[in-house]
């Protein structure tokens, strides 16, 4: 996997992150998330990662058969103790990402071309140019993703989103915001790098 396009997802959000506004946050997301599994869900840490986010990325990892092939498990349990250790982790600029090199594994695998048993059913997403790789990554990662089995994830579908304009950068956005297109901030991130 290209470590450019994984670079190019989070960048946007690395760009918006504020420690202050991150370390406020947290603390908001921390005790009634635990506690609850509900309340804000605020993103946090560098890579700007909601709770909801890790949540249901774990649980679609634990699913897809890859916990095994890369000997990496986690607690999808609904309570306190699982959900103290998720936060924990969120917290962590090394658990960020480890948690983004997990969305964009499952991501190639659920939109990737081969299903579970190693068998062709589409022209999935490492097929694809790069540029258009980093759109559909980064599309999933900021409007969030749903996980289906290997190989069968609809690319024209994340295609739709593609060119939606909801990424800002003010600390508490108002109807006059100017907001941007995540996947082309990303690209435009990704062709200075390579």
Known sequence: MDPGIAEAVVWPEMERYRRLK????TAANYGTYITTGGGPDFSIGLFQMKPSFIEALEKAWMRSGLARKYELWFDTADNAT?????ITRLMK???????LGVFLRLLYHSYGSYDKQGEWVQAGLETLPPEE????AATAYNRGCVWPAAGYGDLDRLREHVAE?????????????ERYCYAELALAHYESIK
């Open 82 to 86: 699982a959900r103290r250790i998720r």
């Open 133 to 136: 790789q980093v759109r559909l």
């Open 22 to 25: 991150d370390y406020m946050e």
């Open 165 to 177: 304009k909801h990424f800002h950068y003010a600390l508490i956005p108002s109807a006059a915001t």
């Open 93 to 99: 600029e090394e658990w960020q990402v480890i948690y």
